[in-house]
């Protein structure tokens, strides 16, 4: 199952694999879980349309087991693909596996969700620079409400990483169809 959304997002969520409703309709973060993601996106004033958003790993683990070295390793060529194709400014890792897997591509060492999250990274994967910015995968937050606070303000900031908070699009933005400036 691939990612979806804008090809030129300046932000793009990575989660860390599809679950049983994505499985059904193919396409990510499309259950509980997305819509947390979703309406943490839209408190920002985004719409889910405007950024991209797929898995570290692209096939459902049996059981929603968390995914395997050799299963991550097997998916992260199309993960390559994605990044090389959008070119985010800031990729928003959503809980450990994908913040381990973007830590370990660039050759840092990962300590666990919790140490990290809030904490943008620059961070060189496969030979392009990302602003990675981990936080808690959206189904740790849905019946946590301290993680679920956190999680919403992070998707906040990461956004605001790239439209800074106050400055609305202006008609010019629209008409250069928000290009990269
Ligand atoms: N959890 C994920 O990590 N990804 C999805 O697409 C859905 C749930």
Known sequence: MPGEGNLNAEVMF??????????DQGRPFVGAAGQLLTQAINSAGVQRQEVYITNV??????????????????????????????????VVALGNTAGSTL?????????????????????????????????YHPAAAIYKPDLRDMFMSD???????????GRSRTLLDFMKGESKA
């Open 103 to 135: 830590f370990k591509l660039a050759g840092r060492q990962w300590r666990g969700i919790s140490a990290h999250r809030g904490k943008p990274v620059r961070l060189i994967v496969n030979g392009q620079e990302v602003l990675v910015y981990p936080t």
């Open 57 to 90: 790993v692209k096939c459902r683990p049996p059981g929603n087991r968390t995914p395997t070295d050799e299963e991550i390793d097997a998916c992260v060529g199309y993960l390559f693909e994605e990044l090389a194709m959008v070119r985010p400014k800031v």
């Open 14 to 23: 990575v989660g860390e694999a599809p679950g049983a409703n994505e499985d």
């Open 155 to 165: 998707v906040r900031e990461a956004l605001g990483l790239v439209r800074p908070r």
